[in-house]
């Protein structure tokens, strides 16, 4: 019998707009700055380059230290782009607000999340998501962070799926079975094996392809139900 559900984050309960590249350039013009043509490029290609910092800095969970990570990917942008680094913590502000401000209209909730959230009754809920520290805020601006008995960011929890270890650390959350616990993800590969290799239950969400019943596969969440 399932004890606990998870579930994904972005594509599952949360509908997203997020673009880091556009929200850099945005916000810089927004602050008068002078862009290059090619300056969402140039962001991107620093955004990925530190990609390994970024793991490091969440891993080790200080939040000045992963707002200086922040601040000095903008400052190294503008430098790059022949702008003064000095902007770079007017920039910072102006991004974070954007992104994980309480009016952010980059996230929003799928329509069938609350309902879904309601009809659990007594089966508790968590959140398994490649995601980092921010997930929290987002979550919380919308209003749903505390129907979940844990929230596991993978950056924050030093390894993604569909790595067997990340669902390993929610049945320890939960303190359950493997087999009393469900995941429902939109990435097959990520959600739906990734938790059936680890000995979990697992439903893959496919909003787009509401024509396809395969087995484990539902087209909206309010499809849970069924399988408790």
Not at 163 to 175: H, K
Request: with cysteine.
């Amino acid at each position: 019998m399932i004890q606990v559900v998870t579930f994904d984050a972005a594509g599952t309960i949360v509908d997203h707009r997020w673009d880091p590249a556009g929200v850099a350039v945005s916000s810089a013009k927004r602050l008068g700055i002078e862009l290059p043509v090619d300056a969402r490029e140039r962001y991107a290609r620093l955004h990925s380059a530190a990609r390994e910092k970024h793991v490091e800095v969440e891993r080790r969970g200080d939040p000045a230290e992963i707002r200086r990570f922040w601040q000095g990917l903008l400052e190294d942008w503008l430098i790059d782009m022949g702008s003064d680094p000095a902007l770079g913590r007017a920039m910072f502000e102006l991004c974070s607000s954007t992104v994980l401000g309480p009016e952010s209209d980059l996230w929003s909730l799928y329509d069938d999340v609350v309902p879904t959230l309601d009809s659990l009754g007594n089966v508790r809920a968590g959140i398994i998501s490649n995601w980092d520290s921010s997930l929290h805020t987002v979550l919380k601006n919308l209003g749903i962070h505390d129907r979940f008995d844990f929230v596991i960011a993978s950056l924050e929890f030093g390894v993604e799926k569909p790595d067997r270890r990340i669902f390993e650390e929610a049945v320890r959350r939960s303190g359950v079975s493997p087999s009393q616990l469900l995941h429902v993800g939109d990435s097959y590969e990520d959600d739906y094996l990734g938790a059936t290799d680890a000995g979990l239950q697992s439903l893959h969400l496919d909003r787009f392809s509401p024509s396809d019943r395969s087995a484990n596969r539902i087209c909206t969440l309010i499809e849970v139900q069924e399988a408790l």
